[in-house]
C-alpha cells in the first residue's frame, strides 16, 4: 500500500484535559489530547526539555512519528520550523490534527500520514527527503520499536530524539550520543551518520 497525505475532515472528536503550547508564536494555545485508549501525550516537561537540548528549530524540517496529539510537531512550528510531517495510524487523532492545524492557519506547515511508523519508514526508504529533526515517542506497553531505520533520514546535522522508557531502554539506545532521564521517560538523542564530529557530547544524567 502506497503511502500518501491524507486530507481530513469532519466532526470535532472529543477530548479531556487541555495541554498548551509552551513558547514561540502559538504559546498558551490549547491543544485538548484525545480520550483514546493508549495515548500517551509527551508531558510539557518533556517537551521543554527536549527543546531546551535542541536549542533553536529555526528553519527545520521535522519528521514526528507517533504524532498522537501532534504536540511535539505544533510545539516545534511554534518555535520557528518550517514544516512538520506527523505520521500517526489513528485516523481520529489525525482528523484532530488537521483541524488544529486549520484553526491556527498554519495548514502549510504540516503534512499528515495515516500509516504504521515501520510501515511509513519501508515505503519512503527511497525518498530523499531529509530531516533536521525526527522526533518519536512510540508506546510504551509493547517491544521498543528499532527506529534506528530512520537515522539515514537525517541531514547531515541533524538529531533523532526518541523517548523511550526509563525501565526498559533497548540495547541499542547505547549508541546514542545523549541520554537524559527523567523519571519513567527517558530521551535519547542520535545525530546523523553523516556528522564528521559530535556537537553532543556522549552523556547519560538524571532530571529531577
Keep these: 500500500m502506497k503511502t ?15 495541554m498548551r503550547i509552551i513558547t514561540g508564536d502559538l504559546r498558551g494555545r490549547a491543544l485538548p489530547p484525545l480520550k483514546e485508549k493508549g495515548v500517551r ?33 505544533f510545539e516545534a512550528i511554534s518555535r520557528g520550523a518550517s514544516q512538520v510531517a506527523m505520521v500517526e495510524i489513528s485516523s481520529k487523532l489525525l482528523q484532530a490534527i488537521k483541524e488544529t492545524a486549520e ?5 502549510e506547515k504540516v503534512v499528515c500520514f495515516r500509516n504504521d511508523v515501520l510501515r511509513f519508514a519501508a515505503q519512503t ?20 520499536p528499532d527506529l534506528r531505520i530512520f537515522l539515514p ?5 541533524g538529531f533523532a530524539v526518541f523517548e523511550m522508557p ?18 519513567e ?21 538524571n532530571v529531577q
Excluded at 533520514?153 to 546535522?157: A, F, H, I, Q, V
Aim: net charge positive; proline share 5%; with cysteine.
Design 41 to 73: 501525550p509527551t508531558s510539557s516537561k518533556t517537551r521543554e526539555a527536549l527543546f531546551n537540548i535542541l536549542g533553536s528549530v529555526d528553519g527545520f524540517n521535522v519528521l514526528d512519528l507517533y504524532s498522537g496529539t501532534g504536540s511535539i510537531g
Design 185 to 205: 521517560s527517558s530521551l535519547a538523542v542520535f545525530q546523523s551518520s553523516l556528522c564528521s564530529h559530535i556537537s553532543i557530547s556522549r552523556s547519560v544524567s
Design 125 to 144: 526508504m527511497q525518498s530523499p527527503e531529509r530531516y533536521d529533526l525526527i522526533f518519536a515517542d512510540p508506546p510504551f506497553g509493547k517491544e521498543y
Design 153 to 157: 533520514r537525517l541531514n547531515e546535522s
Design 4 to 18: 500518501a497525505a491524507v486530507r481530513l475532515g469532519g466532526s470535532s472528536p472529543s477530548f479531556s484535559a487541555k
Design 103 to 107: 484553526k491556527w492557519k498554519i495548514s
Design 166 to 183: 526509563s525501565r526498559n531502554m533497548p540495547k541499542w539506545a547505547d549508541e546514542a550520543v545523549k541520554v537524559r532521564n527523567y523519571g
